[in-house]
């Protein structure tokens, strides 16, 4: 899977400006392929000003085109390119210090929010209000300027963005999320799982999204789920692909992909293993 923050952090391709670990950039999709598997141990705002793009959860696919915008939680997602038109897009990649210690540094303004049972997506919609909108003219203005913008300036405008986040009720799925960054590690870690474990991604890679040394994750891991990574991700991925051959006419290579396994040979062998049949074999007994 590609590291869309690394990747966009070091290409010189990208109208970009870097403050600290904060990055604001101007993307221009120069994928070819139509589809691909992203990740990023970062979260990102993406506010779409050309084009059409698809970003794919594990269950739910967000289509976005000029004018919209979405909130990315760290981790992976798949993406589809349309090519009708050229996909740009303005984005902001916020690390989880920088969260932190702004709900620290504006405490007495920012309140929690009541806990409820609905848990929002991977990837969440943001509806564009008055406040947004001029954070995006004014994020578009400082990426084409021919002069560097002051950092300070630009963090405050940032600031401004995030606290309208939190504290408008328009918002409050992401303010939900961005919160939880301060929970305890493993319900960080279950959650990171829980969102992630249909992409193909290394444990290393895992416990970079929780902030973790790949040690402590694995013992962090251990107590949560009183199993191993590797078993507990085979055992979801499984479960994933049972579903989606019951519930999709998918091919048994794009449910593999779309179950976090690397080849469908691979995939076919394991699920065997499993179920005692092979998947187009299970297909056809229980539809």
Request: include cysteine; aromatic fraction near 14%; proline fraction near 2%.
């Amino acid at each position: 899977m590609i590291d869309l923050y690394a990747y966009i952090r070091d290409n010189k391709y990208y109208n970009k400006l870097v403050i600290d670990d904060l990055l604001f950039v101007e993307y221009r999709c120069v994928v070819e392929e139509t589809k691909a598997g992203i990740w990023s141990d970062t979260n990102y705002f993406v506010f779409v000003t050309s084009g059409k793009k698809m970003w794919k959860s594990i269950y739910n696919e967000y289509v976005v085109q000029t004018g919209d915008s979405l909130f990315v939680k760290k981790g992976a997602n798949l993406v589809h390119q349309y090519f009708d038109e050229d996909y740009c897009a303005l984005m902001v990649f916020i690390p989880d210090d920088f969260i932190k210690n702004f709900m620290t540094r504006f405490s007495e303004v920012i309140h929690k929010l009541p806990e409820d049972q609905s848990e929002a997506d991977s990837v969440i919609r943001i509806e564009l209000d008055q406040f947004l909108e001029a954070y995006v003219s004014s994020l578009a203005f400082f990426l084409g300027a021919e002069f560097v913008p002051d950092k300070n300036l630009l963090v405050h405008k940032f600031e401004e963005l995030l606290l309208n986040i939190f504290t408008r009720p328009l918002h409050k799925n992401v303010a939900k999320y961005l919160h939880s960054l301060g929970k305890d590690q493993s319900t960080q870690l279950r959650q990171v799982m829980e969102e992630n474990f249909a992409y193909n991604l290394k444990l290393e890679e895992f416990a970079r999204l929780c902030n973790m040394s790949l040690s402590s994750f694995k013992r962090m891991f251990s107590s949560v789920f009183n199993t191993s990574p590797g078993k507990w991700l085979t055992q979801k991925r499984l479960d994933l692909a049972s579903h989606l051959l019951l519930t999709s006419d998918k091919t048994v290579g794009q449910i593999a992909f779309e179950s976090g396994f690397e080849e469908p040979s691979s995939f076919i062998r394991v699920f065997k293993q499993k179920f005692n049949e092979t998947p187009l074999r299970y297909r056809l007994v229980n539809a």
